[in-house]
């Protein structure tokens, strides 16, 4: 079976002893009321990352991911962190592509590739997020867009090298405006997204991945938009930053 993941992106959010009350909270109420395999993936600002990794057994129910990494190594990249410097405190997975990257630092495909490369080269998995703006939506040229993001992103991968990938389908015109893709919104995409998968690698190893979807999944709509057969998890902005509305979230899944 696919894994049942659950990701709060805290994004640019919570002060030192805010950020430690509230990671606190979920881990005590992860810990006490989730029962299923779901596993959960908490991705701080990068500089919490070692404070969290005291906090977050790697294994457990709930591992540890950066929001972002650099394409290189190492070098003078000034104020960037690099893929092994997060492996080295002990990190698991990282988010590369959010909608944010790309709109806001001009991220390309052929960029996220390199970036997926050393990611994988350190270790880490990727959460590789694809999706279309409003206007895409619209006019009704967004699958053949978000599509090509993983075409042009991740299939130079080896097939052994992609099944260690997460994909997390993020509809930029849901993320925080309020609006939601419908459940069979999101299920039509993540079924293509599938489909997209095994024309490349097989059918085994598209059913074998987990897409997570990440338009405003909150507490109210989780249930319904995780119920979908092909929608593994949700990739979670505004809910996480609340444990009890993202704990209902995870249990959701």
């Given amino acids: 079976m696919r894994k049942k ?15 430690k009350a509230l990671l606190s909270e979920v881990v005590n109420m992860i810990k006490d009321e989730v ?28 591992s540890l991911g950066a929001q972002n990494c650099h394409e290189k190594a190492s070098g003078a990249y000034t104020g960037e962190i690099s893929a092994p410097m997060l492996k080295s405190i002990g990190v698991d997975y990282v988010i590369l592509g959010h909608s944010e990257r790309r709109q806001y630092f001009g991220e390309t495909n052929a960029q996220l590739a390199e970036k997926v490369n050393i990611a994988l080269e350190n270790g880490l998995t990727p959460i590789f ?57 999101a299920q039509d995409m993540h079924f293509e997204l599938r489909r997209h998968i095994a024309d490349q690698y097989g059918d085994a190893i598209a059913q074998d991945t987990s897409i ?37 979230v995870v249990k959701a899944a």
């Fill in 212 to 248: 997570l979807y990440g338009g405003s999944a909150n507490e109210k709509n989780a249930a319904e938009l995780f119920a979908q057969p092909d929608v593994d998890g949700g990739l979670i902005g505004g809910a996480s930053l609340k444990s009890r509305e993202f704990t209902i």
């Fill in 129 to 185: 997020c694809c999706g279309e703006s409003r206007e895409l939506r619209e006019n009704g040229d967004y699958d053949a867009f978000v599509k090509n993001q993983l075409t042009e992103s991740l299939f130079h991968l080896s097939a052994e090298s992609f099944g260690k990938v997460v994909i997390a389908y993020e509809p930029i015109w849901a993320i925080g405006t309020g609006l939601t893709a419908s459940s069979g919104q």
């Fill in 5 to 19: 993941i659950v990701a709060g992106n805290w994004k640019m959010n919570k002060t030192a002893e805010e950020a």
């Fill in 35 to 62: 029962t299923s395999d779901v596993e959960v993936v908490l991705c701080p600002p990068a500089l919490y990352l070692t404070t969290f990794r005291q906090y977050v057994t790697a294994g457990g129910k709930i």
